[in-house]
Every structure is written in C-alpha cells, then in structure tokens.
C-alpha cells in the first residue's frame, strides 16, 4: 500500500487559499499570491525535495486547472525538474463536474471519493496532494492521509478559506522531523498520522509533575 502525501502552504491563522497569485482564487479574497513576497531558497529547497519520488498526483478541480494551464508550457525553464515530474506522473482528479482533462495522464475520480482514493493508494507509492483545499478537508475528515507537509508562513491574513474549515475530526499526529525555518522566517512541519484520537488531562491533578502550574482557562 502506497502514501497519501498532503502538501500545503498556510499562514499562521491557517489560511491556505490562493497562495500563488491574485488570479488564482480572485472572488472574495483580496490576499491572493501571499506567499510570494515570502519565498526564499531554503523552502524552495524543501519543496523540490519533498517532490522526490512522487509518482501519482491528487488534486481538487480548480488546483488542476491552474496546474493544467502551467506546467505544460514549463519544461526546460529554472521550474523543469518540478514541470517534468508534474507533466510525467499520472494525475489524479477529484470533482463533480466535467474537467477539461486534456493534460496527459489525467482522468476524474469516481463518486465514491474514499474508495477512490484507496484504490489509488494501493496503485501508487507516493501520491501528493497539492493545495485543493475541498479535496484536503475531505481526507483529513476521512483520515484518507499519512503525512502533512506544511509550510507556515509568517503573516496573519484574518480572512480565507482556512486548512481545517469543517474538515477535521480528533486525529493524532506525529513529527517526523525537526521543524526547520527559513531566512523569512517561514516554518517547515512534517506531521505523520498516528493511531488513536487526542487525550485529555488535568494540569491540576497531583501527578502532573513538579513546577508545571495549572493552565489559564479560556474564561479568564
């Protein structure tokens, strides 16, 4: 069985939407292309490697459109690994409508979206899914996922369609890495699945341990 990859860019308020350009994701949102001011060579050094291996792609309807209408035309420029990668490996997508799959190698996902995806799995080694927000809650919400890359960047935006808007249930997670941060003070955080749903405790309780004083409560 193959790995469910999420790949994914947020702010510090976990805002995710449109982090590429302004005309990514124009209606309503007036912060579209974030992240760009933020770039610098180290995230973009752990985003090429995080890339290594894939060999299938999951993404939500309008992600695939702005990738279908990208990479084709990138082969050979300074984005050529990442292009010939995209362009090579089969790309999976997840929509109700009738997308344009004119991009070789696609093909739509079928109704049952988590049997869909666990075919998938099973067909593949290293599946990423890359931004497609709709697409992202829908696994978290199933657990359809066994790592989360995520690049927090250091801005609060206040507004946007955030990671987990309604798509989280109680979930573990694991670090798999030390977290890593660049010049612009952007955070890498590489999270496995991990079995089990969050505990709960009592800083108060007699066995909390020594010097570690109860926690303010939220209605202080």
């Given at each position: 069985m193959g790995l469910i990859h999420i790949e994914m860019f947020a702010t510090l308020d976990l805002v995710g939407q449109a982090p590429g350009g302004p005309d990514e994701d124009p209606v309503g949102f007036p912060f579209g292309g974030w992240q760009a001011p933020l770039l610098d060579e180290v995230a973009g050094a752990q985003v090429a490697a995080a890339?290594?291996?894939?060999?299938?792609?999951?993404?939500g309807r309008r992600t695939y459109?702005?990738?279908a209408a990208f990479w084709p035309h990138y082969e050979g420029s300074e984005d050529s690994e990442i292009a010939t990668l995209f362009n090579g490996v089969p790309k999976y997508v997840a929509s109700r409508g009738k997308p344009d799959l004119s991009?070789?190698?696609?093909a739509q996902l079928g109704p049952d979206l988590a049997a869909a995806v666990r075919e998938i799995r099973d067909r593949h080694e290293n599946v990423?899914?890359?931004?497609?927000?709709?697409?992202?809650?829908?696994l978290l919400r199933e657990k359809l996922f066994d790592r989360i890359d995520l690049w927090l960047h250091p801005i609060v935006l206040g507004v946007g369609k955030k990671l987990f808007?309604?798509?989280?249930?109680?979930?573990?997670?694991?670090?798999?890495?030390?977290?890593?941060?660049?010049?612009?003070?952007?955070?890498y955080l590489r999270y496995g699945l991990a079995d089990g749903i969050p505990a709960t405790g009592d800083m108060s309780a007699p066995d909390r341990g020594a010097g570690v004083a109860p926690a303010a409560t939220s209605e202080a």
């Open positions: 890339y290594e291996g894939t060999d299938a792609l999951l993404l459109d702005i990738f991009w070789a190698g696609s990423k899914v890359v931004g497609s927000l709709n697409l992202v809650q829908t808007d309604g798509g989280a249930v109680p979930t573990n997670v694991t670090l798999l890495a030390p977290p890593a941060a660049g010049p612009k003070g952007t955070v």
